[in-house]
């Protein structure tokens, strides 16, 4: 069985007020300006070859044999890449095994880090080591050629999928579909339980009608999280109906819960909402199913638009599953 956390950067320019911001602007031109601005710089939009956990990829690759390629090693377009389970192994070889050599454990661990934040880095050893004893437990694929063609690099194991590919796969965040959990099974330590606080902080801002809105019975499966494209009907209450002081904490919520990754990859992710009619497309919904401590606060919920679905089950155990790009 299986089921992951997040924290991040700085949305707003120092130079500006944003309250003073909001009230020159406007809802519809912050939701339009917000996407490009971090901490006054321009978001440059996905890593590259050069980033550098691909840099580290990229020597990982190098020091792979011609029989350990033969294990983890597949061209880009292998089905493989393609699957997502919030428990399972892409390869059998564990990183812990004889498999691998020193060097190339400390090149994984090292990947690891540059994709992800350090907060985020710090909550994801804790994570492995409670739900499988340790990194050591994970296993990695390469797909495709650093330097040469496409390529992709892939961890996964329990309640855990992450990716680093240079921008690889066009307008997607990631590379592609993650994964992050946690088996903790009391609501209040779970490591993602302040991701569930921060959200449920703007689900308590909604008025009654909205709420209404917002709460649903019965979530989808967790796993469901097919980018709908444009035009589609999204669970919840769209993030165009808040007041201005509710989308200051929506935004909060959506930096809160994309705080565990790489700014390159957080940079990405906003400019693909920004193309795609920014965060105002969006919408968030909150499930009645599974309120662990019956405390209505909602431990299922739900962030979904046109390129962005962020689904988080957190009951009985965390499991996230996110997918975020522009629909071909």
């Known amino acids: 069985m299986s089921h992951t956390d997040v924290d991040c950067c700085a949305w707003n ?11 020159a602007a406007g809802g519809t031109a912050l939701a339009a300006t917000i996407p490009t601005l971090f901490g006054g710089r321009i978001v440059q939009g996905a890593p590259s070859a050069q980033s550098a956990a691909e840099t580290v990829v990229g020597q990982f690759y190098g020091t792979l044999t011609d029989s350990q ?4 090693a597949f061209p880009f377009d292998h089905e493989l890449r393609q699957r997502i389970s919030a428990n399972w192994h892409v390869t059998k070889p564990l990183i812990d095994d004889d498999f691998y050599s020193k060097e190339q454990r400390h090149l994984i661990q090292e990947i690891v880090r540059n994709v992800t934040s350090p ?19 994970y296993s990695v694929a390469m797909f495709g050629e650093p330097g040469k063609d496409k390529f992709q690099w892939e961890l996964t194991g329990r309640h855990l999928t992450l990716r680093a590919d240079g921008n690889s796969v066009d307008q997607t965040a990631f590379g592609g579909p993650i994964i992050y959990g946690h088996g903790e099974t009391e609501a209040k330590d779970n490591l993602y339980y302040y991701q569930t606080q921060q959200v449920n902080e703007l689900f308590r801002a909604l008025d009654p009608k909205q709420a209404e809105v917002a709460l649903l019975s019965t979530a989808p499966k967790e796993s469901a999280v097919a980018i709908q494209g444009p035009n589609q009907k999204y669970p919840g209450l769209a993030a165009s109906e808040f007041s201005s002081d509710q989308k200051e904490l929506f935004e909060k919520s959506l930096k809160t819960i994309l705080s565990p990754y790489r700014q390159e990859d957080v940079d990405e992710v906003m400019a693909i909402l920004k193309q795609t009619g920014g965060i105002e497309q969006l919408h968030v919904a909150f499930y009645q199913q599974g309120d662990l401590d019956q405390d209505k606060m ?9 390129s962005f679905v962020w689904h988080f089950r957190g009951s009985d155990h965390v499991h996230a599953y996110i997918n975020i790009g522009i629909k071909g």
Request: hydrophobic letters at 35%; charged letters at 35%.
């Open 13 to 23: 320019d120092p130079t500006v007020n944003r309250r003073a911001f909001l009230r």
């Open 69 to 72: 390629k033969k294990v983890i």
């Open 119 to 137: 907060d985020g880095y710090e909550r994801l050893l804790r994570q492995t080591e409670f739900d499988d004893g340790g990194l050591g437990a």
């Open 298 to 306: 909602w431990d299922i919920w739900r962030v979904e638009g046109p």
